[in-house]
């Protein structure tokens, strides 16, 4: 006998839990599966049964109610130990499948849903399959057949009771999407319908699917007639979900109220923010909405302290380049800009330079729109033009406060870069952002700013630009050649051979087929030597520029890249969609 057969002959069944011996060894078998299965470790195991001893429901409510395990997880977790099947998202009926008359609160009260009707048994999804036995006994007098039970997902099964059996509210949630004006009595009822249960349980287990699968951001859309819901995940968006149209006033609305937007302004766009329980972590949300033919679309901005690891080491950079930046960064005064543009990852190695400059015995000081993630040792502000309290303003407040190093979130006007000169030139180092597409072109930006050359050449010792670039799965990484002709017209140097290889994944599991798992970056540092500096003060061109960086050993985003690509940490298909060959 195998030993997984043995295992499952070990587990009690689900009708005789109530047993103590047996609910503790259920108790254990569930933890070991969670622990294997990669859902959850020793430590969250630990809090749960601290939870369950102290008499707060079973071990694996507990688990739940604490966000150590989603929803999910725990219904294919008790399939695979009750011996029960589990059910699939497209399982589930679209319609009611019972002739007879039926409590349709008893339904939803218990999450039970009627999905297959054959004439000797009745099929119903469970949520509960622990504590069922009430609930299958009552529908097998109720219909006078034996009741097989199926594990459902609890927010499934809500979903499809309410596609099934809450048409009336489905209807009135439909005319609300098309309303341009609305009363109390719409937005009360409205309010209402967000806050119930299987609305809550829905947006939750999106919310926490997002952050799991290690999403940046939630993209919430409604349509004439679906409300799409898209992940972007390394840099890309995927599509995760499709809901009837009616979802929309509902699921916005319940998102709204998380974030304490303004519920019933729904014709001017919003940003809010909100912090929510996810796994057993604390997770950050940056909310914004904005108005649409078709309704309010949202999108969130996950900021996931614990996914997020502030050391430059761990961001892809060469090792000659990460050398050089540490060097600059060690500089006691000057400017110090990361360049590039939306999206490529210029807030994460800033934030990773502060958690290496973050000593007791310096002082750091950043000014943030918004700020992002929290950074312990270091005083953070948060932009609020609303009140005056811009950019410059702030800086000036800085210059007084004795910093030894001042983080700008971005230069975006003359007035913030002359008080970034100055404070350069008054002993402090000023890290910053610019939305440029090179190195090169950051310098000129500068100039034409207003920034007078001599200052600049006095104040700027290093610019990085950088871009983002999926890195290839080690899950399903595989080799190929592509002949030498083809490589050196990508520019890379020939080699004394006929082909070059190279590397992609070719999907699996691992990576949700995508091939790629995670980022690192692609970069050019340029360092102002004494002749970039005569250009500067000559009023040169970004090309002249970029021209002499080069001859002084400055490797371009696009060479990084290419590089990278040769080692088989991303692919040649994401170098050139992100950069282009000089």
């Known amino acids: ?75 294919a977790a008790l399939a695979e130990l009750l011996g029960l099947p589990l059910l699939k998202q497209d399982d589930y009926p679209i319609s009611s499948i019972l002739n007879k008359e039926i409590n349709l609160h008893f339904f939803h009260e218990n999450q039970i849903l009627p999905i297959a009707d054959f004439p000797d048994h009745l099929e119903v999804a469970v949520s509960d399959p622990i504590d069922s036995a009430y609930f299958l006994d009552a529908l097998r007098l109720k219909f006078g057949k034996p009741v097989h039970p199926r594990i459902g997902v609890p927010v499934l099964i809500n979903e499809a009771l309410r596609r099934i059996y809450g048409e009336d509210n489905a209807k009135n949630e439909e005319e609300y999407a098309l309303k341009d004006e609305w009363s109390e009595d719409d937005l009360e009822h409205l309010k209402d319908q967000a806050s119930d249960g299987p609305v809550v349980k829905l947006v939750d287990r999106l919310i926490e699917t997002a952050v799991e699968t290690k999403a940046s951001d939630i993209h919430v859309e409604p349509f004439e007639d679906s409300l799409r819901i898209r992940f ?43 912090r929510m329980a996810v796994s057993g972590n604390m997770v950050d949300f940056r909310v914004s909405t904005t108005p649409t033919v078709y309704g309010e679309s949202v999108v969130l901005r996950i900021l996931d302290k614990s996914s997020v690891v502030l050391d430059l080491d761990t961001l892809g950079f060469a090792e000659d380049t990460l050398r050089e930046f540490r060097k600059i960064l060690h500089q006691p005064h000057g400017i110090l800009l990361v360049t590039g543009p939306t999206g490529s990852g210029k807030t994460t190695t800033l934030y990773g330079a502060l958690a290496e400059l973050n000593t007791p015995e310096r002082k750091l000081l950043t000014v943030e729109d918004p700020v992002e993630y929290e950074l312990k040792g270091v005083n953070q502000v948060e932009v609020k033009v609303q009140i005056g309290l811009t950019f410059a303003k702030v800086l000036r407040s800085f210059l007084r406060q004795d910093p030894d190093i001042i983080m700008v979130g ?47 050449t006095a104040t700027l010792v290093g610019v990085l630009a950088q871009r983002l670039v999926r890195r290839i799965c080690d899950g399903c990484k595989i080799s190929y050649t592509i002949p030498m002709s083809d490589a050196v017209e990508l520019g890379f140097l020939p080699l004394n051979s006929k082909n070059m290889t190279l590397f992609k994944g070719e999907g699996c599991k691992r990576c949700q087929d995508t091939g790629y798992k995670g980022r690192l970056n692609i970069t050019e540092l340029l360092i102002p030597s004494d002749a970039i500096q005569r250009i500067i003060l000559e009023n040169g061109s970004a090309s002249e520029i970029e021209k002499i960086a080069i001859q002084d050993g400055m490797r371009t985003i696009y060479e990084d890249g290419l590089r990278k690509a040769l080692a088989g940490e ?6 050139l969609r992100v950069a282009h060959k000089s």
């Open 232 to 274: 972007r995940m390394d840099g890309m968006l995927k599509s995760e979900e499709t809901f009837p149209k009616n979802y929309a006033p509902t699921v916005i609305s319940r998102l709204k109220i998380m974030s304490k937007l303004d519920f019933a302004e729904r014709r001017l766009p919003q940003d809010g923010r909100m």
């Open 570 to 575: 991303t692919t040649i298909a994401e170098v």
């Open 410 to 456: 971005e230069i975006r006007d003359l007035e913030s870069a002359q008080i970034a000169v100055e404070s350069a030139l008054t002993g402090h180092l000023v890290l910053s952002t610019l939305h440029t597409n090179s190195a090169a072109a950051t310098v000129t930006r500068f100039l034409e700013m207003g920034i007078r050359g001599y200052l600049l």
């Open 1 to 75: 006998m195998s030993e997984d057969v043995v295992a499952r002959e070990e587990q009690p069944d689900h009708e005789s839990l109530g047993n103590n011996r047996n609910e503790t060894l259920f108790s254990q078998s569930l933890g070991e599966w969670l622990i294997r299965n990669e859902k959850i470790d020793q430590r969250g195991i630990d809090r749960a049964m601290r939870l369950h001893v102290a008499g707060s429901g079973r071990f694996d409510q507990a688990l739940v109610k604490l966000g150590l395990v989603n929803e999910a997880d725990m219904a």
